[in-house]
Structure formats: C-alpha cells, structure tokens
C-alpha cells in the first residue's frame, strides 16, 4: 500500500487564535465571500466522486497567508468500487475497501489540480455512507484517502465530531499519518483521534466560523 507521511513531520498552518471560514457547493453561485484570515474550500458536492462546480471560484476568493486548504468527502460504499483507479487498484494490496479511500482522494486531487494549499481535510460524516455492520471497512477506506493525500507532500487532517467518528469508525482509530483534527461543535481540549485539534468549527448566520488553535 501507498506509505504515509509521517504526522509528526507536519506543520501548522493556521495561526493560533484566528478565525476563518469553510465554503462549499452549498454556497455556489455566490459572489460575496465570508471574511476571515484563511479559508477552507469543498472540493466535492457533499459525496465522493461528485464536484463542487465553484471550487475554483471559491478558492480565488480566499484569503492566500496561509493559502486556502481544501477538503474532501469520504465514505464507504461497496458500489464505488466501480470508481477504483488502476493506481489505488495496484497499491491497494487487495484491500478494497482502502482502494476505494484512495480514489476518492485521487478523484478530488484531480478536480483540484493547479490548486495549491496549505494542507487537505477529510470530510468524515454519518450523512455520507458507511458500513455500519463491518466498521474495518470504514477504517480502511478512510486509510486509504490518507495515504493517498500524504503522496502530496502536504498534512492531512479529518473534520468529524466525536460522535460521529465513534459511530463510523468505533471511536479509537487514528489513521497512520494523520497530522490532525478539526472538530465541529467542539474544542480545542477536545480531540476525537489520538491527533491534535488544529481547528474548531460554529456556524453562525448561515456561515461556518473557523478557530484556529
């Protein structure tokens, strides 16, 4: 399988302290971006192998110090298997379910192609599906998109809540490699892998608010 970066290697990029802003397809079209010191862009229309049609529009909207991250969204279904690259296909060591992780991050990293950031977010939520009867599969599909965005050089984190990563991956599993959490609803003391929280996340007015830790 595709080796991960090692976490420790990364680096943060968010000062403490600052706030920013995540957008995705749910605020395409719009013209008038939030405000905030750095700016966290969808790179999906809310599943795997979908695209956020303004992903570039909105990212040439963002604040550039840090550069925008992005972020993605995974999930486990057996029916993407018919989205497997030849490339996770061959690295996959017959893992399925980590090949379908990995083309999800390889499918996002093409429709972000040109894009530089500062690092990549898993978007890790129960809206989106999972196994709910074999959690492995989960945790190998979610493995498999780390690996995969770790090839890039840059650190990768997981935006989830606690509950949720509980419900989808059985709550104490942390992905080899991952360099950190961002944690909706929660705070910066409040970790749901053995990673540090480099975000939390409100939403207030319709936009979601981002605090750097």
Known sequence: MVNALPAAAATDPYNSGTT???????QCP???PPTGA???VGVNHGRPFTVNTCVGTEYGAAPRSPLPSLYMNAAYS???RRNITSGC???SGGNQAWAIGCSEAEYSLQHAAGLSAAMWWLDVETANSWSSGNLSLNQSAIQGAVDRLN???LPVGVYSTASMWKTITGGSFTPNGLAADWVAA???STPFTSSPVWLTQSTSGGVDHDTAC
Request: charged residues 5%; negative net charge; contains cysteine.
């Open 30 to 32: 719009g013209t008038t």
């Open 20 to 26: 920013g802003y995540d957008v995705s397809y749910p």
């Open 38 to 40: 750095f700016g966290i």
């Open 151 to 153: 090839q890039t050089g």
């Open 78 to 80: 057996g029916a993407y």
């Open 186 to 188: 929660g705070s910066c």
């Open 89 to 91: 296909s061959a690295a």
